[in-house]
């Protein structure tokens, strides 16, 4: 299962590719919709089918920064073989299945990082680690979530000061109709970040194939196909990780959904203009918090934080291990099939 695989396993991986875009967006769906539909705004039936539009048309908004990161910036191309992709993803998908059924909003991304990383050292060793594009991803690790909630806090600040002097029902009835804005916001950043990481893998797995003259590159039909399976994925919804991230940590109303997912959306936005693929779990969990704790420090439920937590520190090791462990079985399927 190398570089000379045949054409019938490179479309058989990615389908693969894409099966993990869609649980990506199954998975996620949480980050998109939880807080709007906590805030009893939009129900889940239609929030779904509003977060999958948003995800579907990512890409008309922004570049493809982040899938140039992952394609080429984690671990080196020349080493990627089809054993690699085969391995990263199957150790990002059993992470992904594992937390999703524990109801664990665990990032999908850093899982598919890990994974690539986990597949390509159990290859070529720690020196096809890509220092440049690693030390942006762990930096997006604890910046995305401290940037959320920030941002989400200094939001609640500011419009509570702009709204003192409103009736409670018109602050309500205004941030209702806000609400759908920042959730397009949010589902756009989603959509924008997210899906470009299976296109980075897709487009580094032609490359390995020799596809595209020789050079790093990603298709339009890559990027149609994988933004389409994120929104389906979408659509069929996370409702297990919907009720952790949109009630567990801690009770929202509108005017704290609105600014939660405001405070996301500017993450996501800036993070993908500059390459770098950030968690949608950590930043929307870290702009949750930042609200529940610009009410009052107890509103946050830290327990269930913090075993969050602990999900995010262990997603990037245990989908590298998973993922070795794939890539060990593909090259003995490999070296069994060869006599």
């Not at 060793?125 to 995305?144: E, F, R, W, Y």
């Not at 890559?222 to 929104?231: D, F, K, N, W, Y």
């Not at 996370?238 to 009630?247: D, P, Q």
């Not at 609105?258 to 500059?274: K, M, R, V, W």
Request: with cysteine; aromatic share 10%.
């Amino acid at each position: 299962m190398d570089l000379a695989g045949s054409g019938l396993l490179l479309i058989a991986l990615i389908v693969v590719a894409l099966l993990f875009d869609f649980l990506n967006g199954l998975h996620d769906a949480a980050n998109s919709i939880a807080t709007i539909v906590s805030t009893r705004v939009l129900p889940a039936r239609y929030a779904v089918f509003w977060a999958a539009f948003f995800n579907f048309v990512a890409f008309l908004v922004f570049g493809l920064h982040v899938a140039n990161t992952v394609g080429k910036g984690i671990v080196d191309p020349k080493i990627v073989s089809d054993a690699v992709i085969f391995g990263a993803l199957g150790g990002a998908i059993t992470w992904n299945i594992i937390t999703w059924l524990g109801g664990i909003p665990s990032s999908s991304s850093h899982a598919l990082i890990g994974g690539l990383l986990g597949a390509g050292i159990a290859k070529a060793g720690v020196k096809t680690i890509l220092l440049d594009g690693v030390s942006k991803t762990i930096a997006g690790i604890v910046a995305s979530p401290l940037m959320g909630f920030v941002l989400a806090l200094l939001l609640v600040l500011a419009v509570s000061w702009v709204f003192v002097k409103t009736s409670p029902a018109f602050a309500d009835a205004t941030f209702r109709r806000l609400q759908f804005v920042s959730a397009s916001l949010y589902s756009l950043g989603h959509g924008g970040n997210d899906a470009q990481k299976t296109m980075g893998i897709i487009a580094v797995l032609l490359f390995a194939h020799g596809e595209g003259g020789g050079s790093f590159h990603v298709p339009l039909w890559v990027v149609l196909a994988c933004q389409t399976a994120m929104a389906l994925g979408t659509l069929a919804g996370g409702w297990r990780i919907v009720h952790t991230m949109g009630s567990k940590i801690t009770r929202l109303s509108p005017q704290q959904g609105f600014c939660a997912e405001t405070g996301g959306a500017i993450t996501l936005f800036a993070a993908t203009y500059i390459g770098v693929p950030v968690s949608t779990t950590h930043t929307i969990t870290g702009a949750i918090v930042g609200v529940g704790a610009a009410r009052r420090v107890s509103a946050v439920r830290w327990n269930v934080a913090g075993g969050i937590v602990w999900a995010w520190i262990l997603t990037m090791p245990a989908s590298a291990l998973i993922a070795a462990a794939f890539y060990a079985l593909a090259r003995l399927a490999d070296h069994w099939q060869g006599g």
